[in-house]
């Protein structure tokens, strides 16, 4: 079988962290209730952040643009309810470093009235760069925690030969794609279809860890009248990861430095399938999200609908609170979530998770010398050796680490969960990369400086020649001219003779 | 819960004590029967090895002013200096075994820089050490007393065998390839050396002379199976030297039956089952990639046989060690696993639009 024949060139590496999802994989999606008040940044995707398009003390409609793209790399913002905008200012990020970035504060009315939306009867009648644009407008970016602006990817990847849709949710605790697969399976399907038009794909798998049955029956049962193979992939992590999902489903490699267009490959969330569907089918834009809300400190686990801007804290106070004082606030999964000091911050359109954990569930330790027991290497997915790039970054040599593969690291943490010394070594990794993009940025200033600088000496130097052509065409003037009168004098005097 | 802590957020219940004391738990099997085999000689000599061992890095670890603590609970020292009197003739002197420890997780290992840091196996490097400086209390290999045998030692004749070198009656003996080498001296081909002194079912269960731990093949594989179960080892490096040893016996037996001890004499004499399983998988000193780890196996193994085989000495697991030790650095620079989207040269793989 051709399926089996792609398992055998599967994956490298990877580990079998505690899937803990049966803590909320049981629960079914519910609505938050309406918050009074709703943060919505500016920035919830790569590239750069919108441009606000309302005024402070202006009403909104539920639905209605907030904020505009601005640029090519971008995502619009649009209103999660109605009510109004009473500031547009510095609010806790959803990022570790709890850093203010600018944000609107909607105090919501409870109207929920919506704003006026473009629905569609045929969406399988649009062109594919009606899709395109309709995406774009919607604000959708990749839900999967990338948070790429899904329409710039649909252009980048017409013609593709294969779309693959990740229903992998390979990061322990979160339940949030299971639960709208087994939920919104035709939804999603159609969404697929349409992603799968706006691309032309020929071929479209969509992939689900085996650790799903139900949202895998639910989706086969969706997609059993289209030409999507619904594929059961084995549970392993990073099995969700955009390089490793695709190394499983096709036996391809993205090229280094390169993107699944590449090799014809466009990969796209479950949930941004979803997204899409709503999108075109009823113009709705993407305000809102399913997240898990779990942990050993949650008292009811669950997964939620949650609107964009939603405190953390609501969603906490939603599943009952803690049950224990949490060791650790995790936002997205255990293995690539971000840990956050603040529930005040949040909730943005690729907020997978919120995770109260316990330290027994965290497990770490002091950590204690490499002992080179190669149990990281034998984990990387990439085929890095972790140990070898950590002993380089340690010692400042950032280029030795590059040499060995820094740049091909996906930061999955499957090293430092597996490390038995306890080192951090995606800690180390992301460092040197932060570190590498410093340097960049301060070579490229430098380059600049010194184009400058040689810019400024040429234009002395061309400012000193002219004067010196000048001194010596006017010296040259003035003696040709005292030569004349001289001349003139003798002629003159000649005459005069 | 003010530091900001890096992903990821869990950890596999795995540390480096855990894995020290797997692997002191998959050696107890073949050191209880070594106790068994000796008698309390060999007791003795691993109790002194393990607290010349603790004492010494302690001191070490002092002098630096580090936490004693942490470095004495990673166990590291103890599996080194249990290995080391694993490797000791079971009825030397005490001091065989405190030299040994002391030069093992001091200057085999401490003065590398401590745990992960040292190039040589810190066990072999002291193993060697005392062979070429007390060849004598090396090589004397004493016939098993069981401690269940009516002529086995007590306690007390077992202190007095440790501690004030007291010979035993009948108690020299030969090892199994110290007793070929002397026979070839004297012009007597194999098949008359062995008679009587290999018998396969005996080997395998360890029944002969020999160092304390290295003699039963079967229980050492058994803990070597169980460190691979547990994923604390990879097959990589021990079946690797397996047949880094039994390749070329078994083809140089063909050519020459009287000259060539076959494979099984090599496999299970001297020190190859536990070298396999327990010093050639120390990850401090072996390459860091499955096919590095066994290409080092194999070097162990053919060294091995190249030095019992056309060597001064008999044995010639801890020398082959020793030597692979220092190619591993070589290893590690030419053997590196394939990045993701690269080539083995580690240039990109070419776009292909599908």
């Not at chain 2, 219940?13 to 000796?38: N, Q």
């Not at chain 2, 058994?222 to 070329?248: E, F, K, S, Y």
């Not at chain 2, 063909?254 to 020190?271: E, F, R």
């Not at chain 2, 001064?312 to 030597?323: I, R, T």
Request: with cysteine; aromatic share 6%; proline share 6%.
């Amino acid at each position: 079988m051709k399926i089996f024949e792609r398992f055998f060139s599967g994956m490298r590496g990877g580990v079998h962290p505690e899937g803990r999802k049966d803590l909320s994989a049981a629960r079914g999606i519910r609505a938050l209730p309406l918050p009074q008040q709703l943060f919505v940044p500016l920035q919830q995707h790569i590239g750069a952040p919108a441009t606000p398009v309302v005024n402070v003390g202006e009403r909104v409609l539920k639905g209605q643009l907030l904020a505009t793209a601005q640029g090519n790399v971008s995502a619009p913002v649009h209103a999660p309810a109605s009510g109004i905008i009473v500031a547009l200012g510095d609010h806790v990020a959803p990022h570790p470093s709890g850093l203010p970035v600018p944000t609107f504060t909607l105090a919501c009315d409870g109207l929920e009235e919506w704003v006026e939306l473009q629905a569609c009867d045929d969406p399988f009648a649009l062109l594919a760069e009606d899709i395109a644009a309709r995406v774009a407008a919607a604000g959708i970016v990749g839900l999967g925690g990338a948070t790429f602006p899904s329409a710039l990817k649909l252009n980048l990847s017409r013609g593709v030969q294969t779309l693959i849709i990740n229903g992998g949710e390979c990061e322990p605790y979160l339940t949030c794609d299971d639960r709208i697969m087994r939920e919104r399976a035709t939804a999603i399907v159609e969404g697929i279809s349409l992603i799968a038009q706006a691309v032309a794909a020929k071929e479209v798998i969509v992939g689900i860890e085996d650790n799903k049955p139900e949202a895998i029956e639910a989706m086969r049962g969706a997609a059993r009248a289209s030409s999507m193979k619904v594929v059961a992939m084995p549970s392993m992590y990073p099995m969700g990861s955009e390089k490793q999902i695709i190394q499983v489903l096709t036996g391809q490699e993205i090229p280094a430095g390169g993107r699944p267009a590449d090799i014809g490959v466009l990969v796209h969330n479950v949930a941004t399938a979803f997204a899409v569907h709503q999108a075109i089918r009823f113009g709705r834009p993407l305000i809102s999200r399913i997240v898990t809300v779990s942990g050993g400190a949650i008292k009811s686990p669950c997964n939620v609908e949650a609107l964009v801007g939603t405190p953390v804290q609501e969603l906490i106070d939603f599943a009952g609170g803690y049950s224990q004082p949490a060791a650790r606030m995790v936002l997205g999964g255990p293995m690539m979530g971000q840990h956050i000091s603040n529930t005040a911050i949040p909730v943005v359109k690729g907020s997978s998770g919120i995770l109260a954990l316990t330290s027994d569930e965290i497990g770490h330790d002091e950590a204690s010398p490499c002992i080179r027991c190669s149990t990281c290497v034998r984990a990387c997915p990439v085929g890095l050796l972790p140990l070898e790039m950590a002993a380089h970054i340690r010692a400042s040599d950032l280029s030795g680490a590059v040499d060995l593969g820094l740049k091909d690291c996906i930061a999955c943490g499957s090293c430092s969960y597996v490390c038995p010394a306890h080192i951090p070594l995606v800690h180390y990794f992301n460092y040197a990369k932060g570190d590498l993009a410093a340097q960049e940025r301060s070579k490229l200033k430098q380059e600049a400086t010194k184009k400058l600088a040689d810019a400024r000496s040429e234009r002395i130097a061309r400012v000193e020649r002219e004067r010196a052509e000048m001194m010596a065409k006017r010296k040259a003037a003035r003696e040709a001219k005292e030569r004349a009168a001289k001349e003139a004098a003798a002629k003159a005097a000649e005459e005069a003779v | 819960m003010n530091s900001i802590a890096h992903s990821p957020h869990a950890h596999a219940p795995s540390s480096i004590g855990k894995v020290m004391l797997t692997v002191m738990l998959a050696l107890t099997p073949a050191t209880l029967f070594g106790f068994w085999l000796y008698g309390w000689p060999a007791i003795n000599l691993w109790a002194v090895a393990i607290i010349a061992a603790i004492l010494g890095e302690a001191f070490v670890i002092r002098i630096q002013q580090r936490a004693v603590k942490p470095v004495l609970m990673d166990g590291s020292g103890i599996l080194t200096a249990w290995l080391l009197a694993l490797s000791l003739p079971p009825y030397a002197p005490w001091w065989i075994a405190v030299l040994g420890s002391l030069f093992a997780v001091i200057v085999g290992k401490q003065i590398f820089g401590g745990l992960g840091q040292n190039v040589f196996n810190p066990a072999m490097a002291a193993r060697v050490m005392l062979l070429i400086s007390f060849p004598l209390e090396m090589t004397t290999w004493g016939a098993p007393l069981p401690l269940t045998s009516p002529n086995g030692l007590n306690l007390l004749e077992g202190l007095r065998v440790t501690f004030l070198s007291q010979p035993i009656d009948g108690m020299a003996s030969a090892s199994l390839l110290g007793h070929v080498k002397t026979e070839f001296t004297r012009g007597i081909g194999l098949d008359q050396a062995l008679t009587g002194f290999f018998t396969p079912m005996d080997a395998l269960w360890g029944m002969r002379a020999g160092s304390l731990g290295e003699t039963a093949a079967l229980l050492l594989l058994l803990g070597g199976l169980v460190l691979i179960a547990r994923r604390i080892i990879t097959w990589h490096a021990p079946v690797a030297m397996l047949l880094g040893v039994a390749v070329p016996a078994l083809i140089f037996s063909l050519i020459d039956g009287n000259h060539y001890a076959g494979p099984l004499v090599h496999l299970l004499s001297g020190g190859v089952m536990l070298g396999a399983f327990f010093i050639i998988t120390d990850p401090v000193t072996s390459p860091n990639t499955a096919k590095g780890q066994f290409i080092f196996g194999l070097g162990c193994g053919l060294l091995t046989w190249v030095i019992r085989t056309w060597g001064g000495y008999p044995e010639g697991v801890a020398f082959a060690v020793l030597l692979m030790n220092a190619a591993t650095p070589l290893i590690d620079q030419y053997v590196k696993p394939r990045i993701y989207g690269r080539d083995s040269k580690g240039a990109a793989l070419p776009a292909s639009k599908g």
